[in-house]
Structure formats: structure tokens, C-alpha cells
């Protein structure tokens, strides 16, 4: 029977890619792929509540490619492209055309994916503020290299296409957009 632990992290330290030596659970860079990790995660829960095909679509590729960014973030040497971050910026924009202009803020809610689609949002601008640490902070011997701007450009486009989608589920549902009184 297979096991599923290794029982070598129960001392709060990890191993990273590359790097022999163990650093803490609390390192920059451990933190940066916790955040990309919880980030995937969600996006699956709001892809497996998902009807339309242009959404799933969407968060299976944003899935697809915050792995690479995992593997960045973990010092491998793949790479996110530049057609990756251009397809994702096409998305938002046809999407975006959609929904129409925005001049007002939103109040998170609505449909329920749509809801989960905002909280995505937040865990993906928790995870692009993890990343800009890290790539100011990073330095040996963390292993690997410093993530590049690409990954935290991804990272600043996804949100705004989770913000997109929020509003695409809301309005294919018929559901009208609240907001803020003020």
C-alpha cells in the first residue's frame, strides 16, 4: 500500500527544489507556493460548480498555468510564455465585452459561483502579493531563481479575470450586479 507522507516535514521545515539544505515553512518562497497552491485549489472548486464551457475553459487553463509558475516559483527552469499571458489578456477581453464596462465598484455576491469567483480573486491577489515579496526578498541560498515579472504579471491578469468571470456568471444567470452605498 502506498503511503502518502513522508513525515520529514513534521519539524516546520521543508526542501526545496534544488536545494539540499532545509529552510522553514515560513520562507518567502514556501509561502508564495502556498498561496499559488491555495490559488489552484480554489479555482478547481469554482470550476467544479461551473455550467458554462467558456468558464471551465478559462479556469482549466489558469489552472494549467499556475503550475508553471509553481515550478518557477520552486526554482525548475520551465517558464511561463508570453502567448500564455496574451491568451489570458484575449480572454479577459472578449469576456470583458460580455459584461461591458464597469464604473462602479461591485458588491461580491450574486450567483453563487459568482461569489466564489470574488473569493478566488482575493486568494489570487494574496498569491501575486506573496510572489512580489519573494521576488524582492529572494536570494540565495533559497534554491532556484527569483520568479520573474511574467509570473506576477499572470498572477495580476488572472484576478482581473476572475473579476470578469464573477461578472459573466452574474450576468448569464440574470442576476444584477450590487453596489456599494456609500
Not at 41 to 70: P, R
Amino acid at each position: 500500500m502506498p503511503k502518502f507522507y513522508t513525515g520529514q516535514g513534521d519539524t516546520g521545515e521543508t526542501s526545496l527544489f534544488g536545494c539540499p539544505q532545509k529552510v522553514s515553512k515560513t520562507n518567502p518562497k514556501i509561502e508564495a507556493l502556498g498561496a499559488v497552491d491555495e490559488l489552484n485549489s480554489y479555482l478547481g472548486v469554482c470550476k467544479s460548480l461551473a455550467a458554462d464551457e467558456n468558464v471551465k475553459k478559462a479556469l482549466l487553463g489558469a489552472q494549467e498555468n499556475l503550475f508553471i509558475i509553481q515550478a518557477e516559483l520552486a526554482g525548475a527552469e520551465k517558464r511561463l510564455d508570453e502567448a500564455k499571458l496574451k491568451s489570458l489578456e484575449k480572454t479577459i477581453d472578449e469576456l470583458g465585452e460580455f459584461v461591458g464596462p464597469i464604473t462602479k465598484f461591485t458588491i461580491a455576491g450574486g450567483e453563487p459561483l459568482s461569489a466564489h469567483l470574488d473569493y478566488a480573486r482575493a486568494v489570487c491577489r494574496k498569491a501575486e502579493r506573496f510572489t512580489a515579496e519573494l521576488q524582492e526578498e529572494a536570494k540565495p541560498p533559497l534554491g532556484g531563481l527569483a520568479p520573474k515579472w511574467l509570473a506576477l504579471a499572470y498572477l495580476n491578469r488572472l484576478s482581473s479575470l476572475l473579476f470578469v468571470l464573477a461578472r459573466y456568471t452574474n450576468k448569464k444567470a440574470g442576476v444584477s450586479e450590487d453596489h456599494p452605498a456609500y
